[in-house]
C-alpha cells in the first residue's frame, strides 16, 4: 500500500488542477467582452485627412516605406493629438509646411487612399 499513496496523491493533484483550469476556462468564456473593432484602411484614411486640416489644406502627399510625407497650406490646422491617437508613432516637422508622419507599412496604403478621396 506505501506505492499507492504518490499515486494517488499526484492523480488527486492533476485533477484538481483540472478542474481548477476549467473552472477558470467557463468563467472568462462567459464575460462579454465588446469586440475590437478594426477600421478599414478608408476609414483611417478618412480620419488622417481630417486630423490634417482636410484635403483643401493638403498641397502634396507621399508615402516612402514607413512615412507620410505632406506639404501643407496650413500647418496650424494640423491637430497632432488626433495624428498619435490614429497610429502615428511620431510626427516630424521639416520646414514650416511640411510634415511626416511615421506609420509604419501601411503609410503607403493610406497615402494612395488619401489621393483617391482628394481627386
Known amino acids: ?9 499526484i ?3 492533476k485533477m484538481s ?9 467557463e468563467r472568462s468564456s462567459t464575460k462579454s ?3 475590437e ?3 478599414t484602411i478608408e476609414e483611417k484614411a478618412q480620419a488622417f485627412l481630417t486630423a490634417l486640416g482636410g484635403k ?6 507621399e508615402a516612402c516605406i514607413t512615412r507620410l510625407r505632406v506639404t501643407l497650406l496650413e500647418y496650424k490646422k494640423v491637430d497632432e493629438a488626433k495624428l498619435k491617437a490614429l497610429g502615428s508613432m511620431g510626427n516630424v516637422k521639416v520646414g514650416k509646411q511640411e510634415l511626416q508622419i511615421i506609420l509604419g507599412t501601411e503609410a503607403k496604403l493610406i497615402a494612395n487612399t488619401i489621393k483617391k478621396i482628394i481627386e
Not at 1 to 9: A, E, I, K, N, S
Not at 56 to 61: G, Y
Request: overall charge positive; cysteine-free.
Open 11 to 13: 492523480g488527486d493533484l
Open 33 to 35: 467582452e465588446p469586440a
Open 56 to 61: 483643401e489644406n493638403i498641397s502634396k502627399i
Open 1 to 9: 500500500m506505501p506505492f499507492r499513496t504518490p499515486y494517488l496523491l
Open 17 to 25: 488542477n483540472l478542474s481548477y483550469f476549467k473552472k477558470l476556462f
Open 37 to 39: 473593432v478594426n477600421p
